[in-house]
């Protein structure tokens, strides 16, 4: 995929919405702007933690459960498997 964007007031430019939705981008997510001296190539580095985290605390929020008893279950999975 192609597309070209306009860099707007202060350096800023909109990444179309196929991009953020394939890449899973969000408003303050980081990227990474690699200079290659004839242009510059700009790569989705999407903070898996933050969002990992916040998926976690909603579930639990949403079972009324702690993450001490998630962890729990968990672990008494494992000892199922075994």
């Known amino acids: 995929m192609s597309t070209t964007v306009q860099i707007r007031?202060?350096?800023t430019l909109t990444l179309p919405?196929?991009?953020?939705?394939?890449?899973?981008?969000?408003?303050?997510d980081p990227v990474t702007l690699i200079d290659l001296n004839e242009g510059v190539f700009l790569s989705p580095k999407p903070s898996v933690l933050p969002?990992?985290?916040a998926q976690i605390e909603s579930l639990?929020?949403?079972?009324?459960?702690?993450v001490a008893e998630l962890i729990e279950g968990v672990r008494t999975l494992r000892r199922k498997e075994e």
């Open 9 to 11: 007031k202060k350096g």
């Open 17 to 28: 919405m196929e991009l953020r939705k394939r890449y899973q981008l969000e408003e303050g």
């Open 51 to 53: 969002k990992l985290v």
């Open 60 to 66: 639990c929020k949403k079972n009324d459960i702690s």
